[in-house]
């Protein structure tokens, strides 16, 4: 599900307001029910996503639950498919920060190591 979903969101889903998406993963509830999906938005400028952006590109999904429900059903094969519910997933953009916070520490103890030998 995780899949298709990234690639009718990515290829035909016509909505302005949905840059590019990664799927990151799709949680389906034990009765098949429920089904949140979690969506990252990858800003190569910035450690940290718009959070209107990502506002904007979550309503656009749940807008769009009905189309993609739709080709999920039709590509999947199966008879019931779960509610769909959108979320954003920010374990890549706190990795990034991490990584970012590690590499400003590592400067600062160079600096740090260059002012003892003078």
Same mark, same amino acid.
């Given at each position: ?48 996503? @718009?959070?209107?952006?990502? +506002? %904007? ?10 189309? !993609?429900? *739709? #080709? =999920? ?9 779960? @509610?769909?519910?959108?979320? +954003? %997933? ?10 970012? !916070?590690? *590499? #400003? =520490? ?13």
């Amino acid at each position: 599900m995780k899949d298709e979903l990234s690639v009718i969101i990515n290829r035909e889903l016509k909505d302005p307001r949905v840059p590019f998406v990664t799927v990151t993963d799709v949680q389906i509830t034990r009765d098949a029910k429920q089904a949140t999906v979690l969506v990252s938005i990858l800003n190569m400028d910035q450690t940290h996503a @718009d959070p209107e952006l990502i +506002e %904007d590109c979550l309503t656009a999904l749940r807008d769009s639950k009905g189309y !993609l429900k *739709k #080709q =999920l059903g039709t590509l999947m094969q199966l008879r019931f498919i779960p @509610d769909l519910i959108f979320r +954003e %997933d920010k374990g890549l953009e706190n990795t990034l920060r991490v990584h970012e !916070l590690l *590499k #400003q =520490l590592e400067d600062e103890k160079k600096q740090g190591e260059k002012k003892q030998g003078q």
